[in-house]
């Protein structure tokens, strides 16, 4: 237990180390360059009609606060810091005055449910199909069903979902295109709600699993077809164990390991592309105000949400890391 | 060299159908230097005229030859996606080797690094800088930044076998002789990891014409350079789609997913030929 404990310590140590890097990049990002956002902001607002100089400075100064960018560099780093330590991301832009915080917390739940059923979706059916190639590797079957996922794999998420959207959109309309739920829909909890919230997140989650399952099919063919030439599973063969049994319990389950790590590898690029796919079909989730808010040029809004992808999938990984040597049936013997 | 490739050829149905492939999208490459219209001018041709003998994938609403915009654009993404493999391959091999030769301290710090710019997403820091850039943002910015990002992954695979070659004789016997660590990691290790970085660089292209393409489509780039995410997102501008258009996006998008496989094929079989344990596989089945 104290060897995990160490593991854990380290793990973490990286989990604040990814913060760190991730949020300082946000920074230097959005400070070192030659563009000015008080200026683009002033400009945004005084394009549509004449303004009188006094109200111009009076706005620059009050943004220059706004967006924490009073003093030098360094100042600006530690007020930085010292907001996203209390949530405080100031209010957006483009819906003043509601608290970019409060903008972000409604779109999230939409992203994190689409992207975690995605992910179990497509790490299940993956697996499963990866681990019955592997094994059984003379079944037709398995070998089409493979060849046809890996080769889905390599295209883009935006494509993809954009070929979906246009066979179900344009060719064959029978599912939601667009949107998280029916426009008129009552937003009350209702059976008839959960349904509609289902059909309409079909096509994204459809997009999602069909580029993923591939990786995740050929990574589990691979540690399958190694692990079945082991002493063991020849022994527990030989000993007359069920194939199913020897599928699930000696062979699956040791492969598991390194594939719950490939997870928390991939979990950044999921995100992604969970954030690329919701943007064409204009789910509502985290992608889409993304976009919104850099085409409204809400400069806060903005900062919010690359600052809050970054700690959100950090925390992911850490959680995924911690928690996958615990799956490891060798790790009890410690 | 040569026999490797028919070897590959006629042994590999994957590497023979991406060979095919890269050889096709070489062709589509030099083509494209002979295209009888300027790449950016528009209304050059009739618009909206469907594939016909003349145009043979039709014109596009912006009154631009389908077919020839679609060759340089391939050409485009393609030079896109090479100088992106090219920056991300130096990175990746000089943390590799140096983290997995000098071991210890340097190699905790820079794998700690690494694995950092690894889970740190990527899309919205892109959309973060396009947002700060807006109209300064041009592609040698975006090859740069994305050389910045999509080292991370490479790096430790290289990092990997840099590790083993440590152990080996010859590496001990270089430091005896008094060589120093930059000769070692260039002239001694460097050789052994070509391949990987080989068939790395087909996945890093994969990675990056993909982000090019999304980033494209959004109008998130240079809008005026033709590449593939560019084609779709004038294709969308227009509601190619809905007034009839299709070939403007079936075009691209077809193309799109050819050059993937291809790519994905030729990294999938190099993949294999590195390692032997699979090359088995293939002889036994």
């Known amino acids: 237990m104290a060897a995990y404990m160490i593991f854990v310590a380290r793990r973490f140590a990286q989990l604040l180390l990814v913060v760190f890097l991730g949020i300082s990049a946000t920074f230097f990002i959005t400070h070192m360059t030659p563009?000015?956002?008080?200026?683009?902001?002033?400009?945004?607002?005084?394009?549509?009609?004449?303004?009188?100089?006094?109200?111009?400075?009076?706005?620059?100064?009050?943004?220059?606060?706004?967006?924490?960018?009073?003093?030098?560099?360094?100042?600006?780093?530690?007020?930085?810091?010292?907001?996203?330590?209390?949530?405080?991301?100031?209010?957006?832009?483009?819906?003043?005055?509601?608290?970019?915080?409060?903008?972000?917390?409604?779109?999230?739940?939409?992203?994190?449910?689409?992207?975690?059923?995605?992910?179990?979706?497509?790490?299940?059916?993956?697996?499963?199909?990866?681990?019955?190639?592997?094994?059984?590797?003379?079944?037709?079957?398995?070998?089409?069903?493979?060849?046809?996922?890996?080769?889905?794999?390599?295209?883009?998420?935006?494509?993809?979902?954009?070929?979906?959207?246009?066979?179900?959109?344009?060719?064959?309309?029978?599912?939601?295109?667009?949107?998280?739920?029916?426009?008129?829909?009552?937003?009350?909890?209702?059976?008839?709600?959960?349904?509609?919230?289902?059909?309409?997140?079909?096509?994204?989650?459809?997009?999602?699993?069909?580029?993923?399952?591939?990786?995740?099919?050929?990574?589990?063919?691979?540690?399958?077809?190694?692990?079945?030439?082991?002493?063991?599973?020849?022994?527990?063969?030989?000993?007359?164990?069920?194939?199913?049994?020897?599928?699930?319990?000696?062979?699956?389950?040791?492969?598991?390991?390194?594939?719950?790590?490939?997870?928390?590898?991939?979990?950044?690029?999921?995100?992604?592309?969970?954030?690329?796919?919701?943007?064409?079909?204009?789910?509502?989730?985290?992608?889409?105000?993304?976009?919104?808010?850099?085409?409204?040029?809400?400069?806060?809004?903005?900062?919010?949400?690359?600052?809050?992808?970054?700690?959100?999938?950090?925390?992911?990984?850490?959680?995924?890391?911690?928690?996958?040597?615990?799956?490891?049936?060798?790790?009890?013997?410690? | 060299m040569f026999t490797i490739v028919r070897d590959l050829i006629r042994y590999n149905i994957e590497f023979a159908v991406g060979f095919a492939i890269l050889l096709l999208l070489i062709g589509a490459v030099i083509l494209s230097f002979f295209s009888p219209y300027p790449a950016a001018d528009i209304y050059v041709v009739a618009p909206d005229m469907p594939p016909d003998a003349e145009f043979w994938l039709g014109t596009t609403s912006r009154g631009q030859d389908n077919f020839w915009q679609l060759m340089i654009a391939l050409r485009n993404t393609l030079a896109f996606g090479l100088g992106v493999a090219f920056l991300s391959r130096i990175l990746s091999l000089v943390v590799g080797l140096t983290a997995g030769y000098a071991g210890g301290r340097v190699d905790r710090v820079l794998m700690a690094i690494n694995d950092s710019v690894m889970v740190i997403p990527h899309f919205p820091i892109l959309v973060l800088f396009y947002f700060v850039l807006k109209d300064d943002m041009n592609w040698l910015m975006l090859v740069l930044i994305l050389s910045a990002l999509g080292w991370s992954y490479d790096a430790r695979l290289i990092r990997s076998i840099a590790m083993s070659l440590r152990t080996r004789p010859f590496t001990t016997q270089s430091v005896y002789s008094g060589m120093s660590m930059r000769k070692i990691l260039v002239e001694e290790h460097l050789p052994y990891v070509m391949p990987i970085v080989f068939a790395t660089t087909m996945n890093n292209m994969i990675w990056s014409i993909g982000m090019e393409i999304t980033l494209s489509v959004l109008g998130f780039t240079d809008v005026d350079t033709p590449t593939m995410g560019q084609m779709i997102y004038w294709a969308n501008s227009h509601s190619a789609l809905i007034s009839g258009i299709w070939w403007w996006v079936a075009a691209p998008v077809v193309a799109i997913i050819v050059l993937f496989i291809g790519l994905f094929l030729l990294s999938m079989s190099m993949n294999e030929y590195i390692d032997p344990r699979s090359r088995l596989n293939r002889m036994g089945s």
Do not use: C
């Not at chain 1, 889905?152 to 064959?172: D, E, N, R, S």
């Not at chain 1, 079945?228 to 599928?247: C, K, M, Q």
């Not at chain 1, 390991?257 to 590898?265: E, I, K, N, Y």
């Open chain 1, 35 to 334: 563009v000015d956002p008080v200026t683009e902001s002033v400009t945004a607002i005084t394009n549509f009609g004449k303004s009188d100089p006094e109200a111009i400075e009076l706005m620059r100064k009050t943004l220059t606060e706004l967006y924490g960018l009073e003093g030098n560099l360094f100042e600006q780093y530690v007020t930085f810091w010292s907001r996203l330590v209390r949530g405080d991301f100031g209010p957006s832009l483009s819906a003043f005055p509601t608290p970019v915080s409060q903008i972000i917390f409604r779109a999230l739940p939409w992203t994190v449910g689409l992207m975690i059923s995605a992910t179990l979706i497509s790490f299940t059916i993956g697996n499963t199909l990866g681990a019955l190639a592997g094994y059984y590797r003379k079944s037709r079957i398995l070998k089409i069903i493979s060849l046809g996922l890996i080769g889905l794999q390599p295209i883009p998420y935006y494509v993809l979902a954009f070929i979906l959207l246009i066979l179900f959109g344009f060719v064959w309309p029978v599912l939601p295109i667009t949107g998280g739920y029916e426009m008129n829909a009552d937003l009350n909890l209702s059976f008839a709600l959960v349904l509609d919230i289902i059909r309409h997140s079909i096509l994204p989650a459809m997009a999602l699993v069909l580029v993923g399952a591939g990786s995740w099919l050929t990574g589990m063919r691979a540690l399958t077809s190694n692990i079945v030439t082991e002493d063991y599973v020849t022994f527990a063969e030989l000993g007359g164990v069920g194939s199913t049994r020897i599928l699930r319990s000696y062979v699956v389950r040791n492969a598991m390991v390194p594939q719950l790590t490939g997870l928390a590898m991939s979990l950044g690029a999921i995100f992604n592309g969970t954030v690329i796919t919701e943007i064409v079909f204009g789910y509502p989730g985290i992608g889409t105000l993304l976009i919104n808010a850099v085409h409204a040029g809400d400069y806060s809004l903005v900062l919010g949400l690359a600052s809050l992808s970054i700690i959100g999938v950090a925390i992911a990984v850490f959680l995924i890391d911690i928690l996958s040597p615990l799956l490891d049936p060798r790790i009890k013997a410690e």
